[in-house]
């Protein structure tokens, strides 16, 4: 019964920034884990990055770090997406997820938001 909305997708400039914000309905054992995943037109879904409610533990995939930070407000029940240095290659739909462990599997997460478009420009 978690909800997620994604928010703050929009149109970017190569080498610009964005962030984005997904607000969750509540927190619970199912939704420990809150990740985001992003979908180009014609490719899978992919992983890229996880942070969990309680430790704030991170989890990165390897084509993110460096210009991608994940952080979260548990007062807000906020997580977020800090994209610096954005490349047209990171043009997606991207999703926020929920899930029980700090997982890279989109199995591990059992609730999922509508997306929000990410469009880099050259």
């Known amino acids: 019964q978690v909800q997620l909305v994604e928010s703050g997708g929009g149109l970017v400039q190569a080498g610009g920034s964005l962030r984005l914000s997904c607000a969750a309905s509540?927190?619970?054992?199912?939704?420990?884990?809150m990740a985001w995943f992003r979908q180009a037109p014609g490719k899978e879904r992919e992983f890229v990055a996880a942070?969990?409610?309680?430790?704030?533990?991170?989890y990165y995939a390897e084509s993110v770090k460096g210009h991608f930070t994940i952080s979260r407000d548990n007062g807000k029940n906020t997580v977020y997406l800090q994209m610096n240095s954005l490349k047209p290659e990171d043009t997606a739909v991207y999703y926020c997820?929920?899930?029980?462990?700090?997982?890279?599997?989109?199995?591990?997460?059992?609730?999922w938001g509508q997306g929000t478009q990410v469009t880099v420009s050259s």
């Open positions: 997820a929920a899930g029980p462990y700090l997982k890279a599997y989109p199995s591990n997460y059992n609730y």
């Open positions: 509540e927190r619970t054992f199912s939704s420990a884990v």
């Open positions: 942070i969990s409610w309680r430790g704030g533990s991170e």
